[in-house]
DNA sequence: GTTCAACCAGACAGACCGGTCTGGTTAGGA
DNA sequence: TCCTAACCAGACCGGTCTGTCTGGTTGAAC
């Protein structure tokens, strides 16, 4: 969802062999940014080079680095904005829900949605932090983002009036992060139904 | 354990500054592998290069292209050494144990066991694979290690008369993955805990 | 003593990558 | 019309990487 009304609606078609058309063209950076996008999780941040980004892109070399610091900030965007859109899809999943129970689950109905997709390749943050130095600014986007949903599930856990809702929270999350493990090495939405169905036992079990 | 009495056993001292002594040394091959699994595990296979590698066995370039084909095959060796050194140590963790749910259970112990070691740094299978291309020989030897899991997981599931093994191995096997992203991502040993809490549930519903 | 295999040390080539720089083009606003 | 900002194209530099090659050393077998 684009609400920036400075910048056309991004056309994310996956397949398109042409750079970018260049009548109603995006700017310089949202290009960049779409081809880093696409390249940088269907490749990884390491495998592909500058060139690459610019050729899918369409820019000039000088453009990048007028709109970035250089490759390292390139990727730490392209984080920050995967994990924008992500937090984005999940609260918009849950905004129609009440009951934390309801919303715990959905989340993993959510995964089962993601995984179906045909170009997921497993958890952005989960590869590029493999591929990433610690300490990097990338790494601290993908801390980041890894904080935030473990806070998700500990605070509906404690909407749930589990006993311990950081241990609730933290069981939860490591379902939902094996789900993500296996869909990327193994693939099809099997591990998100399977994590669920570990979910609903285990909420059972901690809040009576 | 090592069992091969044609190699003196390497001396695992993280960290030692020298390459190796002079005396009594392992042959350039041991050596290399030695150094491959500490640094290749420590900063990725791909962020070290074979000068690296080569520098901290004391070893010539061209021993290294003697022994192996080159560094795709030196990182495949790395993570076949590192697959059979697991498989053994689950098989004798094991071992002594008779029930099925007392082994799925070890499991997790050991996992417990894995965490706590100081430089426990994630699930090298995981990490390389980020780091690798699909299809790479290295991916293979992943991806067997990942297959050896799974069977494991499902057969003790089996074994316990679970009425869908297959699932149950399944289920297993995710809290298994979570519990080493956790561990590689947040430290500490609490989710091995917190992946066998939930596996005791899982497997009291499963196993009636 | 000779031979041979395994090894060490390091120069070298070719490719690639990130980042800088120059020069030319376009579009819009004063 | 002129100016300015944004942009494109591509040469270029320094560094790093894998892999090859040459030459010298060691030690054990014969």
Redesign the interface.
């Known amino acids: 969802m684009n609400t920036n009304i400075l910048e056309p609606p991004v056309s994310t078609s996956p397949g398109s062999p042409a750079p970018v058309p260049h009548v109603a063209r995006l700017s310089a950076r949202a290009r960049l940014l779409a081809a880093a996008e696409e390249l940088f999780y269907k490749e990884?941040v390491?495998?592909v080079g500058i060139e690459r980004v610019i050729e899918r892109a369409g820019v000039a070399k000088a453009s990048l680095y007028g709109n970035f610091k250089g490759k390292d900030d390139l990727v730490r965007a392209y984080l920050a904005e995967r994990r924008e859109t992500r937090q984005a899809r999940i609260e918009a999943k849950l905004a129609h829900l009440t009951a934390p129970r309801d919303k715990i689950l959905a989340i993993f109905d959510l995964l089962a949605e993601i995984f179906a997709e045909p170009n997921y390749r497993g958890c952005a943050f989960?590869?590029a932090?493999?591929?990433m130095?610690p300490g990097s600014s990338g790494r601290e986007v993908c801390?980041d983002a890894?904080q935030w949903t473990r806070a998700l599930f500990v605070e509906l856990a404690r909407q749930c009036g589990a006993a311990q809702p950081e241990?609730l929270g933290?069981?939860l999350?490591?379902?939902?992060?094996?789900?993500?493990?296996?869909a990327q090495?193994?693939g099809g939405t099997?591990?998100a139904l399977?994590?669920r169905?570990?979910a609903v036992?285990?909420l059972a079990?901690a809040c009576p």
Do not use: F, K
């Open positions: 990884g390491r495998s989960m590869r932090s493999a591929e130095q801390e890894r241990a933290h069981q999350h490591l379902l939902y992060d094996g789900a993500a493990v296996s090495m193994d099997a591990s399977a994590a169905a570990v036992q285990t079990a």
